[in-house]
């Protein structure tokens, strides 16, 4: 099977890769001019340079191809240009399916994110069918996925053949950026973690959710939206399980949201406005924090054979990870 892969060298996007290749896919990879293809040796294929933002110009990297998928995202908790995020992630999404429309590619897998459901505060456990509409969403990052979402479900509607794969929280080896999930592993390891709020997540095994992109080429049903997850954990049983990896003691103190907003506010305008970096909080991530990301994976279990695996085999190769890469302290 040729397949056109997008985010090819990013934290899910390079497992992806992977996981193709070694059921035999014959792979062309978009890449960025500015890309590091360190994590992608190993891998037959082509890589394409380009642009989400210009899909006209990888074109010729769809030409017979039999499927495309469609990883690449823009995710940030903060961003000085929203409309950036909203032109790569919806436009560009919108866009590459018109493409593969117009060149006659059969299947589309689109990696859509968790982060489109509705969630609640009291922790109830959602699915595909929980009912959500964009007014649900928090934040550019969410609203900009489920507006992407929205198109991808629009096509599948009009006939074309489109797979929703929604990760819950990823979590796994090669998080280079680091994702944001993958800043609070950073944090924790570098003992700049001294609080939480109670708040909760879904983890999952990043590499699980690779082999299921295999899977659902054969197996997924268009127009479905397939929730990948793994362990749903308040953070404060996230970070005891870090602790236990590591032994750097689990902080304590759980503070309230009106706490962590006020940091949150201060960080975005000193760190972010004024001294142009990424601010350490958010307000976008503490008015996430109010709702627990608690989700079930039973649709993907039963239709794609998706696994929900213990996530503490792929916390620990993770902390390794970071941790052989300078992202933190070596274990002493």
């Given at each position: 099977?040729?397949?056109?892969?997008?985010?090819?060298?990013?934290?899910?996007?390079?497992?992806?890769?992977?996981?193709?290749?070694a059921q035999g896919a014959d792979l062309r990879m978009?890449?960025?001019?500015?890309?590091?293809?360190?994590?992608?040796?190993?891998?037959?294929?082509?890589?394409?340079?380009?642009?989400?933002?210009?899909?006209?110009?990888?074109?010729?990297?769809?030409?017979?191809?039999?499927?495309?998928?469609?990883?690449?995202?823009?995710?940030?908790?903060?961003?000085?240009?929203?409309?950036?995020?909203?032109?790569?992630?919806?436009?560009?999404?919108?866009?590459?399916?018109?493409?593969?429309?117009?060149?006659?590619?059969?299947?589309?897998?689109?990696?859509?994110?968790?982060?489109?459901?509705?969630?609640?505060?009291?922790?109830?456990?959602?699915?595909?069918?929980?009912?959500?509409?964009?007014?649900?969403?928090?934040?550019?990052?969410?609203?900009?996925?489920?507006?992407?979402?929205?198109?991808?479900?629009?096509?599948?509607?009009?006939?074309?053949?489109?797979?929703?794969?929604?990760?819950?929280?990823?979590?796994?080896?090669?998080?280079?950026?680091?994702?944001?999930?993958?800043?609070?592993?950073?944090?924790?390891?570098?003992?700049?973690?001294?609080?939480?709020?109670?708040?909760?997540?879904?983890?999952?095994?990043?590499?699980?959710?690779?082999?299921?992109?295999?899977?659902?080429?054969?197996?997924?049903?268009?127009?479905?939206?397939?929730?990948?997850?793994?362990?749903?954990?308040?953070?404060?049983?996230?970070?005891?399980?870090?602790?236990?990896?590591?032994?750097?003691?689990?902080?304590?103190?759980?503070?309230?949201?009106?706490?962590?907003?006020?940091?949150?506010?201060?960080?975005?305008?000193?760190?972010?406005?004024?001294?142009?970096?990424?601010?350490?909080a958010t307000l976008e991530e503490v008015r996430m924090?109010?709702?627990?990301?608690?989700?079930?994976?039973?649709?993907?279990?039963?239709?794609?054979?998706?696994?929900?695996?213990?996530?503490?085999?792929?916390?620990?190769?993770?902390?390794?990870?970071?941790?052989?890469?300078?992202?933190?302290?070596?274990?002493?």
């Amino acid at each position: 099977m040729k397949v056109f892969l997008t985010g090819a060298t990013g934290f899910v996007g390079h497992h992806v890769a992977h996981a193709l290749a070694a059921q035999g896919a014959d792979l062309r990879m978009l890449v960025r001019k500015t890309s590091n293809l360190s994590h992608l040796e190993g891998i037959h294929g082509e890589t394409y340079i380009g642009d989400l933002a210009q899909p006209a110009s990888f074109r010729p990297a769809l030409e017979g191809c039999d499927a495309v998928v469609h990883v690449a995202a823009d995710y940030r908790l903060w961003i000085r240009d929203p409309q950036s995020m909203y032109r790569a992630n919806v436009d560009g999404t919108r866009d590459l399916l018109r493409l593969a429309r117009e060149m006659g590619v059969r299947r589309f897998v689109y990696t859509s994110s968790v982060a489109t459901m509705h969630f609640r505060t009291d922790g109830i456990i959602i699915n595909e069918d929980t009912p959500v509409s964009l007014a649900d969403m928090v934040g550019h990052y969410k609203r900009s996925k489920f507006m992407a979402e929205q198109q991808a479900i629009a096509a599948a509607q009009d006939g074309q053949d489109v797979i929703i794969l929604n990760p819950t929280t990823p979590i796994g080896p090669n998080d280079a950026k680091p994702t944001p999930t993958g800043r609070i592993f950073v944090d924790f390891l570098n003992g700049k973690f001294p609080a939480y709020m109670d708040t909760g997540l879904n983890l999952v095994d990043v590499c699980e959710v690779a082999r299921t992109h295999v899977t659902a080429l054969t197996q997924g049903k268009s127009g479905r939206r397939y929730i990948l997850g793994g362990e749903n954990l308040t953070l404060k049983q996230i970070l005891d399980k870090m602790s236990a990896i590591t032994g750097i003691p689990s902080p304590s103190m759980k503070i309230p949201f009106a706490v962590a907003a006020t940091y949150a506010f201060f960080e975005e305008w000193i760190t972010g406005r004024i001294r142009g970096r990424e601010p350490r909080a958010t307000l976008e991530e503490v008015r996430m924090g109010r709702k627990k990301m608690f989700a079930s994976s039973a649709r993907a279990q039963q239709e794609l054979g998706f696994r929900i695996l213990p996530v503490y085999p792929a916390m620990r190769a993770a902390i390794e990870w970071f941790r052989a890469n300078g992202y933190a302290p070596s274990k002493i």
